[in-house]
């Protein structure tokens, strides 16, 4: 990739795993749009609840020409995000998704 890429761990400890699979899914992104200037993730793990397991949380903060895009994948009622590389799944997805929409958007304009 790139693109300067960023990863930041909050309430756990960093993983060279976690970061292979985040750098892999940050490189696939200039597939949709290819004039991302910087991406920042940040997976956290919030702290243990009574009845729940961890629910990951991850936000990347893609920079791109003119605008700043942010997408926050959290997982209070998404069980699936107990799963840290399902968090980074969905919230890559959806930061694919927002890049698709603004470079549509930067065609039609």
Known sequence: MET???????????????EANV???????????????????????????HHKGKLYNVRIDLTVPGKELVVTHSGPGNHAHEDVYVAIRDAFGAAARQLEDHARKIREA
């Not at 890429?5 to 795993?17: W, Y």
């Not at 991406?39 to 956290?44: H, T």
């Open 4 to 18: 300067p890429l960023q990863i930041s761990f909050r309430n756990m400890d960093p993983s060279e795993a976690v």
């Open 23 to 49: 750098r892999e899914k940050a490189s696939k992104l200039e597939r949709f749009f290819d004039r991302i200037t910087s991406c920042r993730v940040v997976i956290e793990a919030p702290h243990r609840h």
